[in-house]
Structures are given as C-alpha cells and as structure tokens.
C-alpha cells in the first residue's frame, strides 16, 4: 500500500508524496491510485487528481480525472477516502485532451461525482 506522506502530520504535503497514494471507494477497498494532480494556473488550486486503476503491472491500466473536493484525506489509511464506486468511474464523462478546455466537460463531471467545483469556491 502506498502511503500518501512520510509526514502525516504536516498540514501540507508534497505532490512527489500524493503519486501512488491508495484510493479508497465506497466498498471500503483500494480502487486505484493517484498518478498525478492537475493544478489550476492562475488560483493555485488542485483541481483534479487523476487517478489510475486496473492492469496488472501497470499494463492495461485505466486513468480518470477526479475532482480534488471528492477526496478526503485519511491520516489512519494514509491514503484518500471518497465514496466513489469503479462503476462510476466507468461511467464518467468520457475524457478526451480537450476536456481540460471545456467546462461543459468539468461541470458535468463534478456534477457525475457529486463534488463541489473547484472554480465555484
């Protein structure tokens, strides 16, 4: 299990530290891991985490971009807690390179998740 910082309690923590942290979905088991955040430019804030799933030995493996709100972070797991399920993962707003462009695509996928925006706040 990969854990997300080797100083859990720091209020900060290094994004070298979130890649590989565990997942946790709905069902109470590890449904993927985080491969790398997605920040917004202008604000600083994390946006996305984009998380990778499936595979075996990291071939064949399934990226999905979260959004940050919809994680929470578990100091007893050291790991990220959100009540998400693989199958809605699956069935998310299908991702393409110019989603990032689209805020149609973003407000339908906070929307899919049941996640506050990041640009809302």
Known sequence: MARATAHPDHRLISSEDVHGTDVI??????????????????????AYA?????????????????????????????????????EQLRNAPEFSDDSWTDRDWEARTHAHYGAPTYWGR
Request: aromatic share 8%; proline share 3%; hydrophobic share 40%.
């Open 50 to 86: 984009v998380m990778s799933f499936g595979g075996i030995l990291g071939l064949a493996h399934s990226h999905y971009p979260i959004p940050w709100s919809a994680l929470k972070y578990d100091k007893s797991v050291a790991g990220f807690r959100t009540g998400l399920t693989v």
């Open 25 to 46: 979905g709905a069902t109470e088991e590890v449904i993927g891991e985080i491969d790398h955040l997605l920040i917004e430019k202008e604000s600083g804030r994390v």
